[in-house]
């Protein structure tokens, strides 16, 4: 099976940063990436699917990019309602695998 | 809008079963591929099993096999996750969710859950 690693798995930032988070997958998943943002007690909610394609909704402050076993996910100017806990799945046929999750705190 | 609400969680016994059960409605429940996702407390959201729109397909995460079975009944709007010979580590929030089309793809929407604990 396809495994998901995140990085870093808590991230410090403030309001204004630019930051980005890194997905890596064990072997190559063409673009099929989504990333979702979590708030303690919510569900989750999709942000970015196949890999750059911004669900409807989503601030455009946010984005995505990458294929086959690298991606990414940008916030360019941190909100304070971005403090979240953050989320890459592999989705195909079969699984839909999670990476472990990144924590984005403020500094 | 969509709304996916879940029940049938509680406190159940090492070894003993329990079903879960998801009513939807805001949508054609029929055209979508269903998933359920589960998140042990403070820990990360683990994918559990995917049923196609038809109910003809089924996918399980390697932790499950064998011990849940998902399945849908279209003309009640409802999916359901039986889980048989429970485990303490399967102690989570379950979360019923709907896939973006009828097959398998990104989650688009989620209920709130249902809390599963497995302790003698």
């Known amino acids: 099976d396809i495994q998901m690693t995140q990085s870093p798995s808590t991230l410090s930032a403030s309001v204004g940063d630019r930051v980005t988070i890194t997905c890596r997958a064990s072997?190559?998943?063409?673009?099929?990436l989504a990333w979702y943002q979590q708030k303690p007690g919510k569900a989750p909610d999709l942000l970015i699917y196949r890999s750059s394609s911004l669900e409807t909704g989503v601030p455009s402050r946010f984005s995505g990019s990458g294929s086959g076993t690298e991606f990414t996910l940008t916030i360019s100017s941190l909100q304070p309602d971005d403090f979240a806990t953050y989320y890459c799945q592999h989705y195909s046929s079969y699984q839909h695998t999670f990476g472990q999750g990144t924590k984005l705190e403020i500094q | 809008q969509v709304q996916l609400v879940e029940s049938g969680g509680g406190v159940v016994q090492p070894g003993r079963s329990l079903r879960l059960s998801c009513a939807a409605s805001g949508f054609t429940f029929s055209d979508y591929g269903m998933h359920w996702v589960r998140q042990a407390p403070g820990k990360g959201l683990e994918w559990v099993a995917l049923l196609w729109y038809d109910g003809s397909k089924k996918y399980y995460a390697d932790s499950v096999k064998g011990r849940f079975t998902i399945s849908r009944d279209n003309s009640k709007n409802t999916l359901s996750l039986q889980m048989d010979s429970l485990r303490a580590e399967d102690t989570a929030m379950y979360y019923c969710a709907r896939g973006r089309g009828s097959y398998y793809g990104e989650i688009e929407s989620w209920g709130q859950g249902t809390l599963v604990t497995v302790s003698s």
């Open positions: 072997q190559s998943i063409s673009r099929w």
